[in-house]
């Protein structure tokens, strides 16, 4: 009898949890709609300057003429394409270097102060700094994505390996391990869902970043539209890059939780 009362609790529990997920994200959806509707209102009546603040209408239309010739596929790619490879690089050069701080306390403590000072510095300031050492080129825009988010990245996986158990790093050397194991067997497994946690923070930095370079350095991709468009008063254009980046910086996002759950999947089974 118990047990069929839990059962029914159980049910009672998730059915509530799916009421309001459901009513949150209706609710999400009218703000949205709300707020497209007010705003074409606004342009059409005048309200707003249909000029200097475009209209929802005006940023469809202008997306489908760039879909018809196919321009819109060649900024979106290469902004894709450059916060990807900056994003991978930020992975791997800060997974390698936490690694080798980790290693060496005493370099750790030396490179300390440096990693702060270097998160800490305004990353738009390297920017221009960049085109002169490396040119106008993609490569350029790539370390500008990196330069966002590698110095973070480092601190926050290096902090995460020390918060391991360190009876477990213990119990590695006593069964006659070496560093190289604690480091395997317990380290970066204990540190995935930091690691993981740390590229859900770095795939928007990294497409700051790269909108940042394409703002100085670019002929093509989103960032260059959106600064070419300001210029010239294409504020339709404009908006529909910035509309552009909310969707890829959603989808990017949505694709490392994606991989969250997985690994999240794969561990409880």
């Known amino acids: 009898m118990e047990v069929n009362e839990m059962s029914v609790k159980q049910q009672e529990f998730l059915k509530g949890r799916q009421k309001h997920r459901t009513i949150v994200s209706v609710f999400r959806v009218l ?5 497209f509707i007010l705003w074409e209102i606004s342009s059409a009546t005048g309200l707003i300057d249909s000029f200097i603040f475009s209209s929802p209408s005006k940023i469809v239309r202008c997306f489908w003429n760039m879909v018809c010739d196919r321009s819109i596929f060649l900024h979106v790619g290469v902004t894709v394409y450059e916060t990807i490879v900056s994003f991978l690089l930020v992975i791997f050069i800060a997974l390698l270097c936490a690694v080798f701080l980790w290693f060496s306390p005493k ?10 000072v270097l998160n800490s510095l305004p990353k738009s300031a390297l920017a ?10 993609q490569t350029t825009i790539i370390v500008s994505g990196m330069s966002v988010a590698i110095f973070g990245s480092i601190l ?6 020390h ?3 360190q009876e477990k790093i213990k119990l590695i050397y006593t069964l006659h391990g070496t560093k190289f194991h604690a480091l395997t067997k317990v380290v970066i497994p204990h540190s995935i869902p930091a690691i993981i946690s740390n590229m859900k923070v770095n795939i928007g930095l990294c497409l700051v970043g790269v909108i940042i370079g394409e703002f100085l350095a670019a002929r093509n991709g989103l960032g260059y539209l959106i600064i070419y468009s300001s210029q010239v008063f294409k504020l339709d254009w404009l908006l529909m890059a910035i509309v552009l980046l909310c969707i ?3 989808f990017l996002y949505a694709c490392i939780n994606l991989l969250e759950k997985l690994y999240l999947g794969k561990r409880h089974s």
């Open 128 to 137: 221009p700094l960049l085109i002169v050492w490396l040119g106008a080129t």
């Open 163 to 165: 918060t391991v158990d």
């Open 31 to 35: 703000i949205l709609l709300l707020f």
């Open 248 to 250: 890829l910086a959603m």
């Open 156 to 161: 926050s996986l290096y902090t995460s390996f």
């Open 107 to 116: 370099l750790s403590e030396i490179m300390e102060p440096y990693l702060v």
